[in-house]
């Protein structure tokens, strides 16, 4: 709470810095830091559902995240892979991930899908796009997905819409989150808070990561790498 009201975030995003402003935080444009009162934060906690439904494009596969079990999701986010027919380590390819959520959707142990690696055979202007297609049409479980924009995040749910039947449908069964990482440190970058915003009008939930690396990003000790960890994902909650 004191490394939010006193050192702040900086917040890259000018609508973000707005939006933030009008629901209490102090804002220096001139230096783009937001200082979040404890109180704001406090009602985003508080606001913050306690169950979370990820649902699947099936009934079937819906999973309920709350204390009562734990869910398994895929590892995600390779750039590499070892060809299974030559045994050749390669760059990732769109056939890869489509084959990686097909393997997934058949691994009971696994309850959601993240795109295990990236389609780099794609153009990467749209290569989260190819990413949501690939996984879409490939596994019937909730998926998360990562956007640069808010028009790659508002194309990426149009095409969730297409996997459930249409916009309606989407209403009461959204398949898919969005995965959004604070820049540590203590940075919400502009793609993060287009993802998160546009998401979050949209009604979609967002699994709010941060980057810190002890040492590196952030203090070289546990306790320090902790108060900077949680600073940096209740600013995203706060934002959310």
């Not at 000018?14 to 220096?28: F, I, M, N, T």
């Not at 879409?136 to 508002?154: G, I, M």
């Amino acid at each position: 709470m004191q490394v939010l009201e006193k050192t702040g975030v900086f917040v890259e995003d000018q609508p973000a810095r707005e939006l933030l402003g009008s629901c209490g935080a102090r804002v220096d444009e001139k230096k783009s830091i937001v200082k979040l009162p404890s109180s704001l934060v406090e009602d985003a906690i508080q606001s913050a559902p306690e169950k979370v439904m990820l649902v699947g494009r099936t009934p079937d596969q819906d999973v309920l995240l709350d204390n009562s079990a734990n869910a398994y999701l895929n590892f995600g986010g390779g750039i590499n892979v070892v060809d299974p027919h030559t045994g050749v380590v390669r760059p990732s390819t769109k056939a890869d991930l489509a084959a990686s959520a097909r393997l997934c959707d058949a691994l009971k142990a696994v309850n959601v899908y993240s795109r295990a690696v990236y389609p780099l055979d794609q153009p990467q202007k749209v290569l989260h796009l190819h990413t949501a297609e690939a996984s879409l049409n490939n596994t019937t479980k909730h998926s998360f997905h990562s956007t640069e924009s808010t028009w790659e995040t508002e194309r990426i749910i149009e095409m969730a819409a297409a996997a459930v039947g249409g916009a309606e449908n989407l209403k009461t069964r959204k398949p898919i989150s969005f995965n959004a990482a604070v820049s540590s440190p203590l940075k919400m970058s502009r793609k993060f808070c287009e993802t998160i915003m546009t998401a979050s009008r949209a009604g979609f939930s967002a699994n709010i990561a941060s980057m810190v690396m002890a040492g590196g990003t952030g203090p070289v000790n546990l306790a320090g790498v902790l108060v900077q960890t949680n600073a940096e994902i209740l600013a995203g909650i706060v934002l959310s």
